[in-house]
């Protein structure tokens, strides 16, 4: 069974500092990875996606992820974090290939940003 | 506009009411879901509808009824809801396997009183 583990429950990062938030997969095959975020009161919003090829992963508002498949990691990243960043994010894994299949989430971290 | 709409955006109803919430999507998805979030617990997986047909249904009680007429739409009916249901309900679509992404609505606030 696929399953998403976010280790951090609650990150707090300096205003311009780097970020990486991390995320671990369990799935026996090649699976879809997603970071979705969502700020309080909204829904999801998806900020990259990983489906093959590179590794490396560009995504919206200035955020990266890395997919390492000896690791089953797939962590975010962003260089330098603004205080809009502030909010929940959520790592998710489906199967790939196979129609109608369920986004999986992990609990999420939440960001918080200092000034 | 993210392309799928869920209304109301609230909603408190009692324990005897009946409601229902909508989820349209304009984007040609085929397949779309509901998923509950509550507070302090990870998103959980409710149904699953994959051409109009229920392919997953996460143990969810019988109080919760989905209904999907059509691949645009997505109906979850509410009757005899208890306190603890209260969360965010959210709908999402997605083509295929998801290779175009899973694109979610902004939710409905359900409080059940």
């Known amino acids: 069974a696929q399953s998403v583990t976010q280790p951090d429950i609650h990150i707090t990062v300096s205003e311009g500092a780097s970020l990486e938030l991390r995320c671990n997969y369990s799935y026996g095959a090649t699976p879809y990875l997603f970071w979705y975020v969502q700020s309080p009161g909204q829904g999801l919003q998806l900020l990259l996606k990983y489906f093959s090829g590179d590794t490396l992963v560009q995504g919206i508002k200035g955020f990266e992820a890395e997919f390492k498949r000896s690791q089953s990691s797939f962590n975010l990243r962003k260089p330098s974090v603004h205080w809009s960043d502030a909010a929940e994010y959520f790592c998710?894994?489906?199967?790939?290939?196979?129609?109608?299949?369920?986004?999986?989430f992990g609990k999420g971290t939440t960001l918080s940003v200092s000034s | 506009e993210t392309g799928v709409t869920q209304t109301p955006r609230h909603l408190v109803m009692g324990m005897t009411n009946k409601k229902s919430l909508k989820c349209e999507q304009h984007?040609?998805?085929?397949?779309m879901y509901w998923y509950k979030q509550s507070a302090k617990k990870p998103l959980e997986l409710m149904f699953v509808y994959n051409f109009k047909e229920q392919t997953e249904n996460n143990s969810v009680p019988s109080r919760f009824s989905p209904e999907c007429p059509n691949s645009s739409h997505l109906f979850l009916h509410l009757h005899t809801l208890q306190p603890e249901d209260s969360a965010l309900y959210l709908c999402?679509?997605?083509?295929?396997?998801?290779?175009?992404?899973?694109?979610f609505g902004s939710g409905t606030r359900l409080t059940v009183v």
């Open positions: 984007l040609g998805h085929n397949a």
């Open positions: 999402a679509s997605s083509q295929g396997a998801g290779s175009y992404g899973y694109t």
């Open positions: 998710a894994v489906a199967a790939a290939n196979q129609a109608g299949t369920a986004l999986i």
